[in-house]
């Protein structure tokens, strides 16, 4: 019997991996994917930021982050409209970028809502900062408004402080240094135009 081919030896099984994984880092925080680096261009000046990979859904390659209205993020995004959010698990030295379109949804939408109901009352305390994220301060100060003492007013300007950013994956990269290297591309265009293709590490 032939041996199974290992995962970064065969185009689609590599996909299969690699969404995979993304699904895993999703799902829970010990999983390096759960920390992403999500890029964009703020002028000609490219803005690095570390991330939560809240949610991904494979069949549509849109990946969910969270955010505050009042980030520089919020405000350049939708301007910017193009950005890529990079992975890298140190254990199995795999990278992988997706580089997309992204899209601010609409606070007052189901789907805003929808993710806001399913956050922890901790995470929801961090959008209850009353000085604004991104403010000059004279000295360190704790803007975080603790758990225990969140009343209902605190709630509802987190809630209205809350975003739900989707990037719409239109390539995905991936590189991996375990054991031979092997460098993916994988294109996500129109039906019909999809492609896979190995790169030169
Ligand atoms: C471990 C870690 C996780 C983070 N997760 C998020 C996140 O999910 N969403 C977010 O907006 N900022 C997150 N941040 C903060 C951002 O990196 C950034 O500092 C902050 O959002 C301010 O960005 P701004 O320049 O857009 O105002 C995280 C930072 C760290 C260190």
Redesign the pocket.
Known sequence: MAPSPKPFDDLKLAHDVIWNELREGAAKPRNAFH?ATLCYLDGFTP?P????LRDIDRSAKRFE????AR????AVLPRAKHASLSFYEPKKMLQVTVLGRVEILDPRGADTEAAWSRLTLSTKAIYANRID??TALLEPENTTVAVDDLTAEDLSRARANFRVLHLQADRLEALSLDGNHRRMIYDYGLAGQRRAAWIAP
């Open positions: 920390w803005v930021r570390t991330i939560v982050v969270h955010t505050d980030s520089r993020k919020a994220p991104g």
